[in-house]
């Protein structure tokens, strides 16, 4: 993630203190250990679930062993798809601002679509993009 993208998610984590009580992510290094790293930094208690994947070295040690909870190891598509069923907002962090196909992000993004979860994506520059709000959902 970029600077601007981890100051989005501490901000965001931070205002929503009393309403997050979990917290599931896929292990990799990148934007899933940041948020976890964020998580882990704050100032209340979140049971941190991890889920990983079988491509061992996209893997942070770190996030996995030290979260509350870990699932089964799954292959990406399978994870990232169980990761959007069992959230009720889902937090993305894309590398540019163009959606690609053969992006695990952009995948999650469109299960996410797909599901009518409630989305955030955090774009490089710090800009966000929400879709499906609870109110919207109604």
């Known amino acids: 993630t970029t600077d601007k993208q981890h100051r989005f998610l501490s901000k965001w984590f931070l205002d929503r203190e009393e309403e997050i009580h979990e917290f599931h992510h896929g292990c990799c ?12 930094g704050l100032r209340f208690e979140i049971v941190t679930h991890a889920h990983p994947s079988n491509l061992h070295q996209f893997l942070s040690e770190s996030a996995l062993q ?3 909870v870990k699932h089964p190891v799954q292959p990406p598509l399978e994870r990232n798809r ?7 907002v889902i937090l993305a ?10 992006s ?3 995948m999650t ?17 710090g800009s966000a993009r929400e ?8």
């Open 29 to 40: 290094i990148g934007g899933d250990e940041e948020a976890w790293e964020i998580v882990h």
């Open 66 to 68: 030290l979260s509350c």
């Open 82 to 88: 169980d990761i959007v069923r069992i959230s009720d």
């Open 93 to 102: 962090c894309p590398y540019d601002f163009l959606e690609r196909q053969r």
């Open 104 to 106: 695990g992000t952009w």
């Open 109 to 125: 993004v469109r299960e996410a679509r797909r599901c009518r979860k409630h989305l955030m994506i955090i774009y490089p520059d």
């Open 131 to 138: 879709e499906n709000k609870p109110e919207e959902l109604l």
